[in-house]
C-alpha cells in the first residue's frame, strides 16, 4: 500500500509539471501576437506605402492632367487669336488689339471688296489711340462722287464698320468659311492669298423677312511659322 501511495504521488507530480510546462509555452509563443509587436508591424508596413502611393498619385496626376490653355511660350490658335481680339474691339480695348497688329500695320476695309491703295493702315503705335483720335479720316471714297465719302473718326468708324453688331453673343463665327447665304468673299483672297492667310469670319444673320439685313465682320491674319498676326479687318453688311 505504501508503494501504491507513493507511486501515485509521485505521477501526480510528474503530471502537475507537465501541465504546468505545456499552459506556459503557449504565453511564450503568444507573445508576438501582443498589441505592442502587432503595431510595430503595422508601423514597418506602413513606412513603405507613402512613397509608393505617392508615386502612384503622382503617376496618376501626371497622366491625369488635362491642360488649360496653350503652354506658356506656344502661339496661339487663329480661333484664340481672333477670340482675344473680338472681345477686345467689343470693349473698345484698342492696346489689346494694337498687341496683335503687324508691324507693318493693319488695313481697315469698310466693305468686302478691299481697296488696297486708298483703305487706311495704321500701326500698332496708333491703333492704341485711335479712340482717342479726333482726325476725320476719309475711310473709303468713290472717285467720280466726292459726296460719296466715309469721313468720319475713328471713334464713329468703330460703332459702324468694326463692332457694330454684338457679334460674340448675336453671331455665329468659323475659320476660313464665308458664312450666310449671300455671303460673297470680295477680292478677299486676292489682297490676302490663302497661301499664307487665315480668317475669321464673324456673322450675324439678317432679321428682316429676306434676311438681307445680315452683317459681318472679318478678321485677317498673316501666318508665319505657327503664329498669326492681324494684317486686315474687313466689313460686310448685307442692304435689305
Given at each position: 500500500m505504501k508503494w501504491n501511495l507513493i507511486t501515485y504521488l509521485a505521477l501526480g507530480i510528474i503530471v502537475t509539471l507537465a501541465l504546468a510546462a505545456y499552459s506556459s509555452a503557449p504565453e511564450e509563443r503568444s507573445e508576438i501576437q501582443t498589441s505592442e509587436n502587432m503595431q510595430k508591424r503595422q508601423e514597418i508596413q506602413m513606412e513603405s506605402y507613402p512613397a509608393a502611393e505617392g508615386e502612384a498619385?503622382?503617376?496618376?496626376?501626371?497622366?491625369n492632367k488635362k491642360s488649360s490653355g496653350p503652354l506658356e511660350g506656344q502661339p496661339l490658335s487663329v480661333t484664340e487669336a481672333s477670340t482675344s481680339i473680338i472681345k477686345a474691339l467689343q470693349e473698345k480695348?484698342?492696346?489689346t488689339v494694337a498687341s496683335w497688329a503687324s508691324?507693318?500695320?493693319?488695313?481697315?476695309s469698310p466693305f468686302a471688296n478691299i481697296d488696297p491703295v486708298n483703305d487706311l493702315v495704321f500701326s500698332p503705335d496708333e491703333i492704341s489711340n485711335l479712340l482717342s483720335d479726333p482726325t476725320r479720316y476719309v475711310w473709303r471714297t468713290t472717285p467720280?462722287?466726292?459726296d460719296d465719302k466715309?469721313?468720319?473718326t475713328y471713334a464713329d468708324y468703330h460703332l459702324k464698320y468694326v463692332y457694330n453688331k454684338d457679334f460674340i453673343h448675336d453671331g455665329e463665327d468659323a475659320v476660313n468659311v464665308l458664312l450666310g447665304q449671300d455671303a460673297h468673299?470680295?477680292?478677299l483672297h486676292e489682297i490676302y492669298p490663302e497661301a499664307n492667310h487665315d480668317f475669321v469670319e464673324f456673322h450675324i444673320k439678317g432679321t428682316d423677312a429676306e434676311g438681307r439685313d445680315w452683317h459681318t465682320l472679318r478678321l485677317v491674319f498673316e501666318?508665319?511659322?505657327q503664329d498669326h498676326i492681324l494684317v486686315g479687318i474687313v466689313h460686310d453688311q448685307g442692304i435689305p
Open positions: 498619385l503622382s503617376q496618376g496626376a501626371r497622366t480695348d484698342m492696346e508691324e507693318d500695320g493693319v488695313r481697315f467720280d462722287l466726292d466715309i469721313k468720319m468673299p470680295g477680292n501666318k508665319i511659322g
